[in-house]
Structure formats: C-alpha cells, structure tokens
C-alpha cells in the first residue's frame, strides 16, 4: 500500500548532482558474476504486454492553458510515447493555446520528436486583449467568446475525447472515474487567464454526465512565477497574487462563481473549481534552483505521467488525504492548506547510451587496429613485372600470337617473282615487301600483341587487386601500404629501363629504315647493267639484300612493338597501384580524422547531462564493466565492419563522421545484449548486496519537493503535511522492488527507477515567493487592472481612463465646446455630458452605466479589429500630444498609454 509519512526537510544530495555514490564500485561485483550474472539477466518486458496495474475503467484527461499548458502536455505524451508507445485509451490529452507555435518533445525510446495533434489534441484559439481577460463588469459575452474562453464549446467534445468513440459508453455502465488535471501558469497570460473557468466548465460538464460525472476529481497542475526565473518580474508576481485571492475564496467556498457564456446555460456554483492543486516552483525546498523553465515542466510533466499511470497509487493517494484530512485546513491568515506538489528522483539506466558508448570506444580500438604497424616478418610477393628479368619474360609474353606461339617473321621472295621480267622485279618485290609490312606486321601481329597485352593487363590487374583486398580486408592497411609503396618503387625502376630499351629500339628501327631504303633503291638500279645476261643475277643479289633488311627491320619492329606495349602496361599498373596508395593513403588520415571526431563524441556523451531528478547509471566503471563483458577482438570486429560496407574504397569519399558511424553502427551489435538488460538488472548486477529499500531510502533523499516553503509558517512547523511515496518500475509484477512497502507502477519503462513524492496541505501564505507577490500586488493594483473575476477588481476611478479611450474610439466626442456621449444604437441621441472638458470628464465620472457601456464597446471593437490594430489606433492619440497641451488633456493621455502599455503586455 502507499506510505503516508509526515514530511521532513530532505537532506538528499540535491536536483543539480549527477548519481554515482562513492560507496558503490561496479568494477569490483559481489560474486563470480557480479550478482545475478549473465543467466540472471531478464529480458525487457515485451511492447505489447499490458499494463496490469493501469485501470482502464479510469479515465483520466489533461488539459492544459497557454502554452505552459501546451509545454507540458507535449511532454507527457512523450513520456507516454516511450513508457507505451503512445498515449494510452484511458488518457486524454487537450491543449488550448492562442499561439500556434509548434512544441516538441523528444522520445528517446523511440527516436522520434513528439508533438500535440492539431484538432485532436491542440486547439487554438483566438489571441486574447487584456481587457478581455481582466473581464469588465457585465462579462461581455462578445468578448468572451472570442477569449480563450470559449472553452464551453471546446469542452463540448470532451465526451467524445475522452471515450476515443467508444470506451465511454462502457464507462458509464461499469460507473469508472474520471480524473482531470487542469495545466496552466499563475504568472499570467492565456492559462492564468482561463484557468478558473475552464475548471468550472469542466466541473459542470461533467456533472452531466451522472454516474462518472459524480466520481470525478478536478486537480490544478500549476506553474508558479518561480519557474520562469529568466523572465520573472513584478507583473507576474502580481498576477500570481491576484489569482491566488481568486481561487483561495472560490476553495473556501467564501466566492459564488457565476458566468454567462454565449449559447449556453450560465455557470452558478458554490464548489470549489479543484479538489486539490499540486504546484511547481523554480526552487525546491532545499533552496536549489531548478536550471530553466523546461526542467520545471518536465517535473509537472512526469510527475502527471506517473500519477495519470497509476490508477492504484491516485486511488490510494486520494483515500488517505480524505482519511488524513490534511487538505480542509487553513493558515491564520484565512488560505486553504489545498496545495501539494511533488518532488521526483531517478535512477535511470540508459540502454542506448551504454551501447553507444561502448561501441564509440570499440570503434576506437578497430581504427588502431586497422591502422597498426605491419609485423617487418611478414612479407608479401611484388607485382610480377618489378623483378629482375621480368621485362623480357613480359615483351616475350606480349610477342605471342593467337595460337599461344611467339610471332616471328621470314620474308623470303616467291617463287613467282624470280619469273618476272628482269625489269619487273624490283617494283614487284618492293610492293611485296610493303604489302607484309602493312598486312602482317601492323594489321595482324601488331593487333594480336595489342590483344595480348590487354589480357595480361586485366589478368595481373586481377592478381594484384585480389592481393591488395586481402590485405584490407584482413584490415592491414600498414602492411597494404608498405606493400603498395614497394611495388611502386620496382615499377618506378622497370618504367626507366623500358624508357631506355624504347630509345634505344626506336634508334635502331631508323636505321634499319634506313638501311632498307638504301638497298631499295640498290634493287631498283641492278636491271641497268650493260650485260643482259648479268642483270638478271644483279638483281637477285640486290633482292636478297633487300629481303635481308626488311626482316631485319620486321623483327625489330615486333621488338618494338613488344616493348612499346611492355612499358605501357608497367605503366597502367603503376598508375594504378599509385592510385591505390593515394586512396590508401586518404583511407588512412581519414580513419585518423575518424578517431579524432569518436574521441570528442566519446567526451560529449560522458558530459551529457541528465535532468535535474534523473541519475545516470551510464558513469565510466560501469561503461568498462560492459565493454570487458561484451567488446571482442577489435581487429577480427574491424574485418567484419570492412565486410558489412560497401569496400574501404568507398571509405576515402565519406567524412570522419560517416566512417566513424559505420563502425559504431558495425560494432553496435556486439554490444546488442545490453539492450536486454533493465535498469534492475544493472542494479542486481553490479549491487546485489544492496536490498530494494536502501535504493528507495536513496531515492526518497534525493526528491526534493518543488516548493519552496516557509515551515515556520505551517502548523507544527509542517508537521501535518502528508508525504506519499509511488514507485515506477518497468513492471511491477516481476520487480525486485515488489514488497517495498510502496506502491509499484508498471511504467514500462525498462531504464528508469522513479520514486515521485507527493506532498500535501501547505496554503499559498506559507510559499516564500508569496511575500514577493504581494508586494508586486500592492505596486500594481491601483492602476493596473489584475483580477479576472468581477468582484475582486479594485473599485479604483477609472473615469479618466475611459473618457480618454471613448475620445480614441469615438464614443466620446466633441462639438466646439461641448462633450457628448454617443450611444451604441444611431437611432437614439447623443447624450450631453458638459460644456468644457473639466465639466464633462466630471459628469463623467458620476455616470457608472456610461462608463460600463463605453468600456464594453471599446473591448468589443479590440476583439474585432484585433490587439494590434486598436494598440495602434491608441498610440497615434497619445503621440497628437504636445505642448500646447492643458494639464487635464496631458492627463487623459497618460491615463490612454497606460492602458496601452497593459494592452501590449499581455
């Protein structure tokens, strides 16, 4: 059952402390296997498991005012997005806001940015004038619908809302309760401002609806001027005060609420608009401030989640304060002992954080690994080309023909020409001659050496890619490196001496040109001989010179020509292991630069801060404790990262960072049994000897309540104030906490241990902000319309103000010398207020109705026009200002700026 204990001072370490008591050393586990050990640890509760201690005949709606309202809804569904995966059937969730800004939260279970649908869980509303919401006698109902008060017909849909279109019907027959937390600020604006009637519509909205209507419990969820510290200042605190007066007579029954609203039956109660209201201030009770207004809401926030879960612990919680008592009291001064508020701590054990964590350093270990040093042992077989000898094996590989033979060249005469006239055979034999040079040489053997080459090319690319990739592959990139800088050195050697064999070649090839001229034109001169019968034996002797040159001159074109291809082909293949070693080399400072970019990230997840009621387990000895359990070899783990990706080529394009996320996202799964464990897991693991209550005790220190109260002001010195203790575990049905003493709740959330302290029955008077108020109240009141409800506005003159504005907007006007007042209807007269702005500002002033009416028709044109065109309208009246002005006139425009002033304020 829940625990009531009367509430004493917290000594715990404070919201601005992160978890890891000294005590507690997680690398030194009690037993073998650090308490329940790797068999002892039990897998997260399934998604889709119900939530055994939710009541779904509960229903449960939140409704929030303004956009701290919206603020913290926001974040209550997103407690609920991780906790349930959503917003569960038996809550409802309605915001109403003027301003249509998008708020987010962030789920971190899911990684998803949570926001209020529109129309389904945001409404706007219609921005809100000043002197609508400090609402003129006769609660114009033209203002008030275009106020945020137009609530009636909002509220309207909360039947249909909260039953999702079906669960409510059953609700009514199996009579269900129905709790709704209110949400707003006491600083002013758009909550403050609705904040009184929306409870009463709520309230008789309800009351409607029978059976569930008359279980119901309206509870304010409220925001104190504390919590915007940044912008805190006296019209806040004035406001604050102003609606503390309102709501403390409306509690102690001392205040009738009565309201008209467009289209519908006026409000008339005497019940108090909350049962209770749990309140949320910038400082706790220990005196430490809260670090921003977001840490205020994501308190109210989780403690409405929490509460909003637990149809048991609101039950039990509730039955003991009727038991107790302790909310039917009041101060001396005459405020309601109806307040409460909650303090919250947590033990959260971040899954994905130690996962992320561990793989970032493991990532680091596979980069050293992937970048050490080559074992000098180790050597590996060079590119075939760059040893000794190998470029004549490699023209004589190039020299090889079709059929796998080396190509060689006889260019003997036929037989036919020696039948030639003697004449003849010289211009015959010579376009022989040119005929094989063209045919043979350069179309036939020329083209099947360039065939060949080719296939040498990719067959020793092949060899030396599938070399280079098992290098990297086996993630040793030194040694790929020093193998590729060696390759490159040989190559670089055999691409001289095949620059020299080519010039040498090339040299010999010209003289044999030369010299095959030369016995050409010998074999064209030979049939000139004076003999005939010598000239036939001339000309064979000039031919078989002839022929001898030309196959001289063909062998040393297939030379090369072999060389030619020879050297283009180390060539390609030093380019290409150049490439590889600048892309290597790219690869390499890149997985340096990667490195870097994991050690600040490595340092910013530590740095992380949690909330100010959250511990983190997530400290560096519990980060070593899993990195020892779970990190493997980092080189074995570097190859698999290598083998997941799409080729460390590839590598060289990407950022540090993209690197550097592929090896976590690789060595993620390694590590993928700690998304296994629950936050009660790590705590049996690594402190088995420490029982569930010393944790609670811890716990219950640590949650300092969100007040900042004087308790010398408080009865017995807070004596009587009701403390109650509720639990959220991942599931209360398997928790190592079941049997504490407390009430557990299933939050499904398997990182978090939260205890929420509630405490109850302090009055607004015993707040040490409420001093502050007051005095703000004191400053502001006589001369800046407060209260939004009628019978707490100050009967203040107000004549001057108001003749002032109905001159603006012309329900006051001049003719010469006398003023009148001009009625709404055109068919009645104006009425005469005097002869002289002294006299008629006089008449004025005694004339209540005509005050009430011009006031009313001037909020009405505000709200037609809008705030900023009527704020205008003033300002261009107060600037005609001058000189020249009289005393009284210089004073009907001051009294005109001030109302300008409250009218751009709000």
């Not at 705030?867 to 210089?890: K, P, Y």
């Amino acid at each position: 059952m829940t625990t009531s204990t009367t509430s004493a001072a917290q000594n715990g370490a404070g919201i601005d402390v992160l978890f890891w008591p000294d005590e507690l050393d997680p690398t030194a586990p009690p037993g073998a296997d650090g308490g329940a050990g790797a068999a002892g640890l039990r897998a997260a509760p399934p998604q889709d498991d119900l939530e055994t201690q939710l009541a779904l005949n509960q229903y449960v709606a939140l409704i929030g005012w303004g956009g701290t309202g919206k603020e913290i809804l926001t974040q209550v569904k997103a407690r609920f997005c991780e906790s349930h995966g959503g917003v569960p059937d038996h809550v409802s969730l309605l915001s109403f806001d003027s301003a249509d800004e998008v708020v987010t939260a962030y789920d971190h279970r899911n990684s998803a940015v949570v926001t209020l649908e529109n129309g389904r869980e945001f409404f706007r509303l219609e921005q809100v004038p000043l002197a609508g919401i400090k609402r003129n006698p006769e609660r114009h109902p033209e203002i008030v619908e275009r106020l945020g008060l137009d609530v009636l017909n909002r509220m309207q849909c909360l039947r249909q809302l909260l039953g999702r279109g079906e669960g409510f019907d059953s609700a009514l027959r199996t009579n269900a309760t129905i709790k709704v937390f209110i949400v707003a600020s006491m600083a002013g604006g758009q909550g403050a401002g609705a904040l009184i009637d929306a409870a009463y519509v709520v309230d008789e909205k309800l009351a409607e609806l029978g059976t569930l209507g008359d279980s119901r419990t309206i509870i304010g969820a409220l925001l104190l001027p504390g919590a915007f510290r940044e912008h805190e200042g006296q019209q806040m605190r004035a406001n604050a005060r102003s609606l503390v007066e309102e709501v403390n007579a409306l509690m102690l029954g001392k205040q009738r609420f009565t309201a008209a609203y467009p289209g519908s039956e006026p409000v008339d109660s005497v019940e108090p608009p909350f049962d209770y209201a749990l309140i949320f201030d910038g400082i706790d009770e220990n005196g430490r401030n809260w670090p921003s207004q977001g840490a205020v809401c994501g308190l109210a926030a989780q403690t409405l989640w929490l509460l909003a879960s637990s149809a048991v612990g609101m039950h039990q919680i509730n039955s003991m304060l009727n038991k107790l008592d302790v909310l039917t009291g009041h101060s001396e001064a005459g405020y309601g002992s109806y307040l409460g508020t909650a303090g919250q701590a947590t033990i959260r054990f971040p899954r994905h954080e130690v996962v992320e964590r561990c793989s970032v350093r493991h990532s680091q270990a596979m980069i050293a690994a992937l970048t050490a040093p080559r074992d000098p042992q180790q050597t590996l077989p060079l590119s075939p080309w760059s040893a000794a000898g190998a470029l004549s094996a490699l023209r004589r590989q190039v020299q090889t023909g079709e059929d796998g033979a080396p190509i060689t060249v006889t260019l003997t005469a036929p037989a036919a020409l020696d039948q030639l006239p003697v004449e003849e055979m010289p211009l015959r034999a010579r376009g022989y001659v040119d005929s094989f040079f063209r045919l043979r040489i350069s179309e036939k053997y020329f083209a099947q050496m360039k065939s060949q080459a080719a296939t040498l090319a990719r067959q020793h690319a092949h060899e030396l890619g599938a070399q280079l990739n098992s290098l990297l592959t086996a993630g040793r990139f030194d040694a790929a490196r020093h193998w590729l800088g060696a390759n490159i050195v040989a190559l670089e050697a055999q691409v001289r001496t095949l620059a020299q064999e080519q010039a040498r070649l090339g040299d010999e090839v010209q003289q044999q040109q030369q010299h095959l001229q030369s016995a050409a034109e010998a074999l064209e001169r030979a049939p000139e001989g004076i003999i005939p019968f010598l000239r036939r034996g001339a000309v064979r002797s000039a031919l078989s010179t002839y022929l001898a040159e030309a196959n001289t001159l063909a062998r040393s074109l297939l030379e090369q020509r072999a060389t030619d291809l020879a050297a283009e082909l180390v060539r390609q293949q030093l380019a290409w292991l150049q490439t590889q070693a600048r892309t290597l080399d790219l690869l390499i400072a890149r997985l340096h630069q990667a490195h870097e970019w994991l050690t600040t990230h490595e340092a910013a997840l530590a740095g992380r801060s949690e909330g100010g009621v959250e511990r983190s387990l997530a400290r560096p000895a519990l980060i070593d404790y899993f990195y020892g359990r779970y990190a493997g070899a980092a080189a074995a783990d570097a190859q698999l990262a290598i083998a997941q990706g799409s080729g460390v080529a590839r590598w060289a394009q990407q950022s540090p960072e993209q690197i550097a996320r592929h090896l976590m996202q690789s060595a993620a799964a390694t590590f993928a049994p700690i998304l296994q464990c629950t936050v009660e897991d790590v705590l049996q693991l690594l402190w088995g000897e420490r029982s569930a209550e010393q944790w609670v005790e811890r716990l219950k220190a640590w949650a300092a309540a969100a007040w900042n109260i004087d308790r010398s002001l408080l009865k017995s010195g807070g004596a009587a104030l009701a403390s109650f203790f509720t639990i959220g575990v991942p599931d209360a049905a398997a928790s190592i906490f079941a049997g504490c003493g407390h009430t557990l709740v299933s939050t499904r959330d398997v990182e978090r241990i939260i205890v929420l302290r509630t405490v109850y029955g302090a009055s607004f008077d015993a707040l040490k902000p409420f001093v502050l108020w007051q005095r703000a109240y004191e400053r502001l009141a006589s001369h800046r319309p407060l209260h939004v409800l009628r019978d707490f506005h100050r009967r203040d003159d107000r004549s001057e103000q108001i003749f002032a504005l109905g001159l603006v907007f012309d329900s006051i006007y001049q003719d010469h010398t006398w003023y009148y007042h001009r009625p709404a209807d055109p068919l009645r007269q104006p009425i005469r207020l005097g002869n002289g702005r002294a006299n008629a500002l006089a008449a004025f002033h005694q004339r209540s109705d005509l005050q009430r009416d011009v006031m009313s028709r001037i909020e009405a044109q505000i709200t037609a026009d809008g705030v900023s065109q009527a704020a205008a309208r003033i300002e261009a009246w107060v600037n005609e200002g001058g000189a020249g002005d009289d005393e009284m006139l210089n004073r009907l425009r001051v009294a005109a700026r001030a109302y300008l002033q409250q009218l751009r304020g709000l």
